[in-house]
């Protein structure tokens, strides 16, 4: 099975774009939740510095090390994003925007200087090579493995690791993260290992996705999963199915078309996100406008139901509790006021006796519901 | 070579108008994104450039610059519009419409520009060369093009000033005042586009970010009013602009929008340093000085507050009982008091025991302090 | 809307107005009319919907059912007629603008398009700061002024709408004592000027001393009128519930401390 896997170059790619979508919705999930998305795209960017500096210096792209201090410099923009915030002269959307540009530019002008030297063009920085994954192999164990494979499988199981041994820390640093600093559970220390194994998984996916498109793998299935469920665990299983899906759909449809697979994969997530925004169960717009709209119906009648008890026995009673008034003094349009009428008698609530309008028992209880909901008044 | 030679060569002359004019449209453009906190709506947009930059070319056929940035337009402004709509009709929060939106935008662009390589168009070559931007290819006739758009922009801002202010200061009392808020919150947004079409071809969709951020927060620590600001911004964008480009044709081989990022961003760096107000080291400064007057203040009232309580206005205080008190040493302060001429150190009398000499407030010291106290009161009030 | 006046006796009418908020209801079935000339306060407790029924008279929010008419004529047709001081808290005090410039704001809707303030307009606005005492700080950057300063700057900048009706958004929120002084002062110079005011208030022991009219809401309205009438531990019980022992209280001991601190002072 596994020499079939590893002569299988569709089932490799696939394979590579499913790890990089698990690896990166595992850390994802806690950075959209906690509002800080836009994170993962700064520090995607600034990795093309990390792994630049770290080529120069070890002269290795890949391996553990390099993946470590290519990593640092994620953690560095996001450390120099925190510390301009905290001068309190720039907002933090404006700092983020601020400091991945310097360094991803340093990065730029090191590869313009050591071109000779250092292997990846700007192309890749951005878009990745997946579908060259398998060129680039290593022997283990007597089988010739991709390298992206290994490394994505490793960070993969990395992230696993971390979001498995702290889900309660992390979950409660996500949601509540006083209180997780009042029971000394340090959601600052907590926040910046995510933050280390996002760069970590930005710099093991660069070579299959790059830069931009890593982005899409941290934030599209996670943002998919947070608009189909509101538990914790449901949406990193729903970020992980998405994330296959789009491999395995982003691949067929990339070979068929005959364009970037890594492009594909990342056009595929955002497939799903727009499925789930239509049609999602709870949070999808139709179910939203359909909510909305039986609330909406619902609330003209209540509203009617209101006016009719405030007025009801009142010395205006005779100008209010007509029809007329629904349009003089409520300002709905005649048609308007003619179906919610129809409904309200429709459900017993209120009585039309010629031009005038009665609440029944039923609407009048409505009412008083409405403004006293436990009853306590008597009147 | 010198700056004059360089300034003739035709090439360096269109990378720095280039350049100027990208730091003018989006110093002037990137301040109110700045302001409305849209800073990084300017990153989604121009990352979402890159599919219409595509579909510009399929649709021309050409490389035909004017299609290319018509494209570029459109999915931009179209992108903020969907980032709107995941917002505000889903739970999905600003950070992650900004991040979705980037990336599958960005995604769509690569795989078009993928399929437009598999088209095997030979004049196709250099189109991912937005990425990164390609100022050196700039020729006069898209300087035409950018300098159309860059004056279609700020004959905008200057139409709409008052308005695009208010709505950005306070779109509340702007909708009270019947403005149609909605509509110039749309039109200042979908503007930023415009600015990054005028970058696409200086420093790429990537770095476009910076280019709206930085001038703008640059410029807002020297500045108080917006008219300030806009001015400045686009005087530092031009400068920064021309000095990267300047930079790179001088290095022969960096890359301009790098150059031009770097730039800026020093001057970022810079002004939240030495800004007069909102800079660091005045910050620092003012700090000192505040502390300074504080601890005078103390051990003026304090000597005050002795002699009232013991109604004698030459009450002689022990400098121990200071130091006591203020749980520092005090005698730096007296001095200085006492430079002042508030404060006298003068003899005890020979009758009484304790220290030989004690301080004793000075008639101008006991209407300083009483000045102080008047004013901590009128504070508390 | 027709052009024929509807209760033009009244500053304002609102009629049988709800609204809600992501289709949820806050405000049901309001009535609640004021007479010109008057300071009126509409006090209720925390989510009773006062800033939304200021919002909606305004058109900030919109309505589902019900209207509004300002001396007999919607809002539209007397957007001119119209001063507002919004919340302090709704906008950033950070942006870079001076106190002179806020109040320049408040003659934009008159100028119009293209139409940019000139030496009348500065002229104008700095009167207006001159009232609300702070022409001193006219040229100071809005960020520096305390929280009370910048109230004023607002009051200021619904002072130049030279409007007949004035709304305020709890403007007595978070400022010092000299400043409500201060602000109390000229709302009360503008009703003996014949004009409306109408504030967002929530204090509820200076409700008596300040003001002479007075509307209590709880997502419905409990009672308006004349201060005097309406001020009563009934109402004030049926708008707060529970909350009223607290408030008795409140009041009971900010009255000794008062009187602490009168003995001290004496």
């Known amino acids: ?379 | 070579m010198s700056v004059v030679e360089l300034l003739s060569d035709y090439t360096i002359q269109n990378v720095v108008a280039g350049a100027a004019l990208l730091g003018l449209v989006s110093g002037v453009l990137g301040s109110f994104a700045v302001l409305r906190q849209q800073s990084l709506l300017g990153d989604t947009m121009s990352h979402a450039a890159l599919p219409g930059v595509c579909l510009g070319f399929i649709i021309a056929g050409t490389r035909d610059i004017g299609s290319i940035l018509l494209g570029a337009l459109a999915t931009g402004a179209l992108a903020a519009l969907v980032m709107l709509l995941l917002t505000r009709m889903s739970r999905l929060k600003t950070d992650a419409g900004l991040g979705i939106t980037l990336s599958v935008f960005f995604a769509m662009g690569v795989v078009l520009l993928t399929h437009i390589q598999g088209m095997n168009n030979a004049s196709q070559g250099g189109l991912d060369a937005f990425l990164f931007g390609q100022a050196a290819a700039t020729l006069r006739s898209d300087l035409w093009i950018m300098g159309g758009i860059t004056a279609v922009a700020l004959a905008l801002v200057a139409a709409l000033w008052k308005e695009f202010k208010l709505v950005s200061f306070d779109p509340e009392f702007a909708t009270s005042l019947g403005m149609p808020v909605a509509w110039l919150e749309v039109l200042l947004t979908v503007m930023v586009a415009l600015a990054v079409v005028v970058g696409l071809q200086m420093v790429g969709v990537v770095l476009m970010a910076a280019m709206i951020i930085a001038p703008a927060v640059a410029a807002r620590q020297w500045s108080r009013r917006l008219e300030d600001m806009v001015l400045l911004a686009a005087l530092i964008g031009v400068v920064s602009g021309i000095f990267g480009a300047l930079l790179s044709a001088l290095s022969r081989g960096l890359a301009t929008g790098p150059l031009i990022i770097l730039s800026v961003s020093s001057v970022v760096l810079v002004s939240m340093t030495l800004a007069p107000e909102r800079g660091f080291l005045w910050e620092a400064f003012r700090r000192m000085r505040a502390r300074h007057r504080l601890r005078h203040q103390q051990v003026l009232t304090t000597l005050y507050r002795l002699a009232a309580h013991h109604a004698d206005p030459i009450y002689r205080t022990e400098q121990g009982m200071l130091d006591t008190y203020h749980g520092l040493r005090t005698r730096a302060v007296l001095r200085q008091l006492e430079r002042r001429g508030l404060a006298e150190w003068r003899d005890t009398p020979p009758d009484e025991p304790g220290p030989p000499r004690r301080w004793v407030l000075t008639p101008a010291g006991i209407t300083e302090a009483e000045r102080v106290l008047e004013s901590l009161g009128r504070e508390n009030a | 809307m027709s052009t024929t006046l509807h209760e033009p006796d009244l500053a304002l009418h609102v009629e049988d107005l709800t609204v809600s908020y992501h289709s949820k209801p806050v405000l049901w079935d309001i009535d609640f009319d004021v007479p010109p000339g008057v300071m009126a306060a509409i006090i209720g407790p925390n989510g009773a919907g006062k800033s939304t029924l200021i919002k909606s008279v305004l058109g900030l929010v919109p309505a589902v059912a019900g209207h509004v008419t300002l001396h007999g004529r919607p809002y539209k047709a007397q957007r001119r007629r119209v001063g507002y001081v919004p919340q302090r808290s709704s906008v950033d005090w950070d942006f870079p603008t001076t106190a002179l410039d806020v109040v320049t704001m408040g003659l934009y809707g008159r100028l119009g398009w293209l139409r940019r303030p000139g030496r009348r307009e500065r002229d104008e606005a700095m009167a207006a700061l001159e009232l609300v005492g702070m022409a001193d700080f006219a040229r100071r950057q809005i960020s520096q002024l305390s929280g009370g300063q910048q109230q004023r700057v607002f009051l200021a900048r619904a002072l130049v709408q030279k409007a007949d009706v004035y709304f305020l958004d709890e403007p007595m929120a978070g400022v010092d004592a000299t400043t409500e002084r201060a602000i109390v002062d000229i709302l009360r110079r503008l009703r003996d000027e014949g004009k409306t005011v109408i504030v967002v208030h929530h204090d509820l022991q200076t409700v008596r001393s300040y003001f002479d009219w007075l509307l209590i809401l709880n997502v419905r309205v409990i009672a308006q009128g004349p201060v005097a009438e309406v001020y009563t531990a009934d109402h004030l019980r049926q708008a707060y519930g529970g909350q009223i022992a607290l408030l008795d209280q409140d009041t009971f001991l900010s009255e000794e401390a008062a009187a602490e601190a009168a003995v001290r002072a004496g």
Do not use: C
């Open chain 1, 1 to 379: 099975m596994l020499t079939a896997l590893l002569d299988n170059v569709a089932l490799q790619i696939m394979l590579v774009g499913a790890l990089v979508g698990i690896a990166s919705t595992l850390v994802g999930t806690f950075l959209v939740l906690r509002g800080t998305s836009m994170l993962s795209d700064a520090i995607g960017h600034s990795i093309v510095f990390g792994i630049v500096i770290v080529w120069l210096i070890t002269h290795q792209q890949s391996g553990p090390v390099q993946i470590l201090g290519a990593a640092l410099a994620g953690v560095l923009t996001v450390f120099l994003t925190e510390l301009l915030v905290s001068t309190r002269r720039v907002k933090k959307d404006a700092a983020i925007g601020l400091v991945f540009p310097v360094l991803f530019s340093i990065g730029v002008l090191l590869l313009n200087l050591y071109a000779r030297d250092v292997h990846i063009d700007t192309h890749t920085v951005l878009l990745g090579e997946i579908g060259f994954v398998w060129l680039d192999t290593v022997t283990l164990g007597g089988y010739r493995v991709p390298r992206s494979l290994l490394s994505m499988g490793a960070m993969t199981l990395l992230n696993g690791a971390f979001v498995v041994l702290f889900y309660k820390e992390l979950k409660l640093a996500t949601f509540d993260e006083a209180l997780a600093r009042a029971l000394g559970l340090a959601p600052g220390l907590l926040f910046y290992g995510l933050l280390l194994l996002t760069s970590g998984t930005a710099v093991a996916a660069f070579d299959a996705v790059g830069a931009v498109l890593f982005v899409a793998f941290v934030i599209v299935p996670a943002s998919t999963a947070f608009l189909l469920t509101d538990r914790l665990w449901l949406m990193f299983l729903y970020g992980i199915a998405v994330s296959i899906a789009s491999s395995v759909s982003g691949y067929a449809v990339a070979v068929a078309w005959n364009v970037s697979i890594g492009g594909m994969m990342a056009v595929m997530t955002g497939v799903f996100l727009m499925l789930a925004f239509l049609a999602g169960p709870r949070y999808g717009l139709v179910a939203q406008l359909l909510r909305r709209r039986g609330q909406r119906r619902h609330n003209e009648i209540r509203t009617l139901a209101v006016h009719l008890y405030n007025h009801e026995g009142g010395p205006e009673q005779g100008e209010e509790n007509v029809i007329r008034a629904l349009g003089e003094h409520l300002r709905w349009d005649a048609a308007k006021a003619a179906q919610v009428v129809q409904r309200s008698s429709d459900q017993r609530l209120v009585v039309r006796e010629g031009e005038a309008l009665r609440l029944t028992s039923q609407g009048r209880e409505m009412a008083r519901e409405i403004f006293d909901p436990s009853g306590r008044r008597s009147s």
